[in-house]
């Protein structure tokens, strides 16, 4: 209830007050509305779709999903690689950092020119979306770490993997969630990108082809849907990560007792 009270009726009520303000704008005088639609005919025209956008937002959620959930993992990997062995960090981190200063319109056609037509060059563009933050959040972490416990194991004979287990992924947890939180609001930009470079479904798809016709009703009714979807996912990010952080803290109060 307090999340509710909190954080969805607040963004409830301040979507309701742009919309109200939106269907005072396109009354205006001098306002087109092939231009700037109205609400109640974006919402008219959404419903009459429903079923073709309801399989082009399936497509996008697959390709967002699985790409948020392959570069978490991958980030998650590449974090511990990179705490355990610093000359591989030293080398590769100037890339990973060069790399997020390329967008994914320019690594999306490429891959579908390498990999063709199918899901898994639209998921690796949106795998290397979700990727980064996850990587360097979980990196930085995992080597700010109790510095007392890792001297305490290390001085005991401990392997730099069991400090690993036992001290340094535990305490990165906040720094995988925050990341993760992040990278939930990349992925369907990404995957949107991705499908709009070369795809046969996909709401990347729809809003080009929206485009294309001049129907703003139908474009506008597309970036609505892509905005729940964004949303609903950074909400299901950070659901997944409090109930994450709850059980390891719950844990570590279990070992300290």
Known sequence: ??????????????????????????????????LLPAPERV???????????????????????????????????????????????????????????????????ILIAAMGFGAWPKILVVTLGAFFPVAISA??????????????????????????????????????????????????FSAIIAEWMGSSVGLGVYLQRSQASYRMDQLFAAVGVIAVLGVLLFWASALIGDLVLARNRAIAAGRST
């Open 43 to 109: 919402w008219a025209v959404g419903w009459a779709d429903r079923d073709l956008i309801g399989r082009h937002l399936w497509a996008t959620v697959r390709i967002a999903v699985s790409g948020f959930v392959l570069g978490s993992v991958l980030g998650i990997l590449v974090a511990i690689a990179l705490t355990l062995w610093r000359p591989l960090r030293a080398a590769t981190e100037p890339i990973l950092i060069a790399s997020q200063a390329i967008p994914p319109v320019i690594f999306a056609p």
């Open 139 to 188: 990196g930085i972490a995992m080597r700010e770490a109790d510095r007392t416990l890792v001297d305490l194991l290390t001085s005991m004979g401990a392997r730099r993997l069991t400090v690993l287990r036992r001290v340094r992924l535990p305490g990165a947890v906040p720094g995988i969630v925050g990341g993760a939180k992040i990278s939930a609001s990349y992925v369907v």
């Open 1 to 34: 209830m307090r999340v509710l009270l909190g954080q969805i009726l607040p963004a409830v009520a301040a979507v309701l007050g742009l919309i109200v303000l939106w269907g005072l704008l396109v009354r205006l005088p001098g306002v087109p509305d092939y």
